[in-house]
């Protein structure tokens, strides 16, 4: 008799009632806005922060080329002395003291400037100054030596080569970063999911090893239906909190938008405003407009079924695996041995797909590891934007449902024998005359 619908079932519901899996499934979107809110309020208070800069400049080169912005102050000294203007900073508590030595040689200033301190100072703020002060010795060198700066800027010229396929298709560097965009979502959702919730089996049948619940269960079920039961089930119970984050996420925002006020029709304004304002750019408007033409050139139909299909097969693979892993040992830590052999395939196919399929995503890598199946799911998703031919992407799904029943027979053979196995860690030696049996 098929038990498989009954398994699923119990599977699902022993999942979704467990408090645990309640208590995370709604409070793990307030934790995610709360850190949200919590980093975008951080980094607007740095970004607020305001910073007094003191310049004494000795050369009398530079001191015009510090100019107030909306948080950073620039106080230009003049006929004082270097330890005076320290003990000036540092009383006032400013952040800090610019000081450029005086120099008869406009090539050796660069060595005589120093920034004095309390702490050490922000990347971006001696960044900034030294980009300040690059281009106003660079003009100067420039007209020491009678060339015209301002005809060295005119002559400056922006090249944006025009791409088009042989069949007269447009296309752009945005192309690269929206399919890059889609590819990467796609996969590292995989890779996410594949992780947490392969553990999830993993863990649920080491527990029912342990309370030795399994064994009557066996008595009445072929040890391959209930694997498959608990990974279909887990499965259904992982979609099932997903779409539930998925929906009190909107909720939330909604809430948070109603409490604190904020009108979206309001927030509209200001948008449409940097809108109109940004079309009038021509190069701006370009730019938006090969955007939009990037994003209806995807294969939105393509991306979509592909995705599902190996979205589903990626995962059964995976979760197939940790299931024998759990039914192998007796608890969690002895897990660690065999968990390296999973893991390796999936950041491999991550690291593929970011430093390879972005530069070269037709060449021989990107293709080979695109019809592996440990790798496929995450390589093929990422490779499918930049268009890869069907008949690729049906090989690569048949190896993969190939790989997935050898790797199902795999797993139940290790399943029927290790879920009987207690008090003993497994060797690599004994999985292998477990398939045997």
């Known amino acids: 008799m098929n038990h498989l619908p009954l398994i699923i079932k119990r599977e699902y519901l022993t999942k979704v009632k467990n408090k645990s899996f309640i208590i995370m499934t709604f409070v793990s979107p307030l934790i995610m806005v709360a850190l949200i809110a919590l980093v975008a309020y951080l980094s607007q208070l740095n970004n607020d922060k305001e910073r007094h800069i003191t310049v004494l400049d000795d050369s009398g080169i530079l001191a015009d080329v510090f100019e107030n912005t909306e948080h950073t102050t620039y106080t230009v000294l003049q ?18 003291l610019l000081h450029i030595e005086r120099t008869d040689d406009i090539i050796n200033v660069l060595p005589q400037v120093r920034f004095y301190s309390e702490e050490s100072p922000s990347l971006s703020i ?39 396929t042989f069949s007269g298709e447009t296309t752009s560097k945005i192309d690269s970063y929206l399919k890059l965009a889609f590819g990467g979502a796609a996969g590292y959702l995989l890779f996410m999911f594949i992780i947490i919730y ?27 239906q209930l694997m498959m039961g608990k990974i279909i089930g887990t499965s259904l119970a992982g979609i099932t909190q997903f779409a539930i984050w998925v929906i009190l996420g909107g909720i939330l925002v909604t809430v948070l938008s109603s409490i604190f006020g904020i009108n979206m029709a309001e927030m509209q304004t200001p948008q449409q405003d940097m809108m109109n304002q940004a079309m009038q750019n021509p190069e701006v408007a370009n730019e938006i407009q090969l955007a939009m033409q990037s994003f209806f050139n995807l294969p939105m139909t393509n991306l979509i079924v592909a995705f599902i299909l190996f979205f589903i097969g990626g995962y059964l693979l995976y979760s197939s695996l940790y299931a ?74 048949l190896i993969l449902v190939g790989t997935f029943m050898f790797t199902v027979w795999f797993a139940a053979k ?8 207690y008090g003993k860690k497994p060797t690599y030696k004994e999985l292998y005359k477990w398939m045997k049996y």
Not at 127 to 154: M, P
Not at 209 to 215: D, L, Q, W
Not at 356 to 382: A, N, Q, W, Y
């Open 79 to 96: 006929n004082v002395d270097l330890e005076s203007a320290k003990k000036l900073v540092q009383e006032k508590e400013e952040y800090g």
């Open 324 to 397: 024998a892993v759990g039914a192998a040992v007796d608890n969690e830590t002895d897990t660690q041995q065999f968990m390296m052999p999973i893991i390796m395939p999936l950041i491999l196919a991550v690291y593929v797909g970011v430093f390879t399929v972005i530069e070269d995503p037709h060449g021989t890598v990107s293709t080979v590891f695109s019809f592996i199946p440990f790798t496929s799911p995450v390589v093929m998703l990422m490779r499918i934007p930049f268009g890869v031919p069907l008949w690729q992407q049906g090989l690569s799904f």
């Open 198 to 224: 392969g553990n999830m089996i993993m863990r649920s049948i080491i527990e029912e090893k342990t309370s030795r619940i399994i064994e009557v269960i066996i008595s009445s079920v072929k040890p391959i």
């Open 414 to 421: 290790i399943y029927r024998v290790g879920i009987l196995m």
């Open 126 to 164: 001696i960044s900034g100054l030294e980009r300040k002060i690059e281009k106003k010795l660079s003009d100067t060198k420039l007209r020491f030596d009678g060339v015209d700066v301002s005809k060295i800027e005119a002559a400056k010229t922006n090249v944006n080569i025009a791409q088009e």
